[in-house]
């Protein structure tokens, strides 16, 4: 349900957004997993037309999201600030937001000051998640500008122009599993950045627009009928029956990828959330004996149905990220890993953090053998790298890391690559960033020949301009021209 209110009703706003988000998981018990909240507000002094509601119970789709952005833009500050929490329901306002009267407890004290302070906030309690997925789309295209994704820190750094719009992402996170305290803290913490974010954009003085989503629920509907006891037994049992249905829906879909030859990335989990992913159509290693190349593919046995590898060995965190794909009788070694080290860090120049592939390594039998990846393989950390082909050998991407290093006696070649280790969201990719320079050798080529050729061309056409002709001439019937020696 979409609320406009004036400063006379602000005060009341959070209480109002909580019961409503609770009313909403009532009238919609079997859907409400699929729903995400979204708040929109403006900074203070600047009003926005009135907008009308959704129907109590409406789940609002991208369509409809769409048009709600492109009133809001139109006449509202185009310096768009976008709050994207990798997880939220409408339960984590009714459950911390101090819903009745216990603003003591409330964890988003700076977004109700927020909400309070703006005289014209919208509140969308029932978005379907894949539309909240492409508000950044939508955003961009209204905006016609591309998304800056940015931390507290360095926002200060960044002066922004009333006139001119900008798209400012920060990515919040979100906590997991059944503690729900580290929920409660994670949010609290997540509204301290919105509390950051938003001082800075005052101390500017440019007005903006504020939205705060999520990219999915942080919620089953199983879980959230159990915990919250708002439903019958049939309510429960048929949001149990539509969670069961969707996930016997994916794995037929999945076996149909299978056969079809199409396989899911190679996927480590830390506890439950997915925060590495790999994928590639071709993986082999070749080593060098008696003067000839002996190959391995080794792309059955990490990807499809019939994958052996074993992730053991693989952790992540926010700065490092390694993944270890465990292997058997591989070139006639008993025990083989092929690893992965990345790393990411904050570089000021760019204002943002990079993930870099800092090396390829290979364990066989006691030796190890690295190959440095930082120089060529990188992206930004929102993203995933991918490309079309990674080798040490043809077009490296990949260097051994000395010449001493056992390396030097291997080649590895990945095809169509594609790697993530930092703010994996689910198990797909985020964006890719890819290899493909914007000038290839061929069009090098091209460029240098066009080059040469404009100047033979300018050199011709030069010479040309400095020949002369005669301004005398020899006339039979008048006297002969007499040119003096001297001359």
């Not at 504020?210 to 009928?225: Q, V």
């Not at 995933?384 to 260097?399: A, G, H, K, N, Q």
């Not at 291997?410 to 914007?438: H, K, L, P």
Request: a negative charge.
């Amino acid at each position: 349900m979409a609320t406009t209110g004036t400063p006379l009703h602000l005060h009341r706003i959070s209480a109002a957004l909580a019961v409503f988000l609770g009313l909403s998981s009532i009238l919609h018990p079997g859907n409400c997993d699929e729903q995400v909240p979204l708040i929109l507000w403006t900074s203070e002094g600047i009003s926005l037309p009135s907008q009308s509601p959704p129907t109590a119970g409406h789940i609002v789709e991208q369509q409809q999201l769409a048009s709600y952005l492109e009133k809001a833009l139109n006449v509202g500050p185009r310096n768009v600030v976008l709050f994207l929490q990798d997880k939220m329901s409408i339960e984590d306002f009714t459950m911390y937001g101090g819903a009745f009267g216990n603003k003591q407890d409330s964890v988003f004290p700076n977004l109700e000051g927020a909400l309070m302070s703006s005289s014209s906030p919208l509140v969308l309690p029932a978005v379907s998640w894949p539309a909240s997925n492409a508000v950044i789309g939508q955003l961009q295209d209204q905006l016609e500008t591309s998304p800056l994704y940015m931390d507290p820190e360095t926002l200060s750094q960044l002066r922004l122009n009333a006139s001119s719009p900008a798209l400012l992402v920060f990515r919040l996170p979100y906590g997991i599993g059944a503690d729900l305290m580290s929920a409660k803290e994670i949010l609290s913490g997540n509204d301290e950045v919105i509390g950051q974010v938003l001082s800075t954009m005052k101390t500017q003085s440019v007005p903006y627009t504020a939205i705060y989503t999520a990219l999915r629920p942080s919620r089953e509907a199983a879980s959230l009928s159990m915990e919250a006891g708002l439903g019958g037994g049939r309510s429960l049992l048929q949001a149990r029956g539509g969670y069961r249905e969707r996930e016997r829906e994916r794995e037929r879909q999945r076996r149909i990828k299978e056969k079809a030859g199409i396989y899911g990335p190679v996927e480590f989990k830390e506890g439950e959330e997915t925060c590495i992913l790999l994928w590639a159509s071709g993986l082999s290693v070749s080593i060098l004996r008696s003067g000839r190349w002996e190959d391995s593919d080794l792309t059955q046995s990490t990807f499809g149905q019939e994958a052996s590898v074993t992730l053991h060995g693989s952790s992540c965190d926010k700065t490092k990220a390694r993944l270890v794909l465990n292997y058997e009788n591989v070139l006639n070694h008993r025990s083989f890993k092929l690893i992965f080290a990345m790393s990411q860090r904050h570089y000021k120049v760019s204002a943002r953090h990079w993930f870099t592939l800092d090396a390829v390594e290979l364990e066989y039998d006691g030796t190890k053998a690295t190959f440095n990846g930082s120089r060529h393989i990188y992206a930004p950390a929102e993203y995933s790298y991918r490309c079309e082909s990674v080798t040490s050998f043809r077009w490296p991407l990949l260097i051994p890391h000395s010449s001493k290093d056992p390396a030097n006696q291997w080649r590895v070649s990945f095809e169509d690559f594609q790697i993530q280790g930092f703010n994996v969201t689910g198990s797909e990719f985020s964006y890719a960033s890819d290899c493909a320079g914007f000038f290839s050798p061929g069009i090098w080529m091209g460029l240098m020949t066009s080059l040469l050729m404009v100047l033979v061309l300018t050199y011709g056409l030069h010479m040309i301009m400095q020949l002369r002709t005669m301004d005398r001439f020899d006339d039979p019937k008048g006297p002969a021209i007499s040119v003096p020696q001297t001359e």
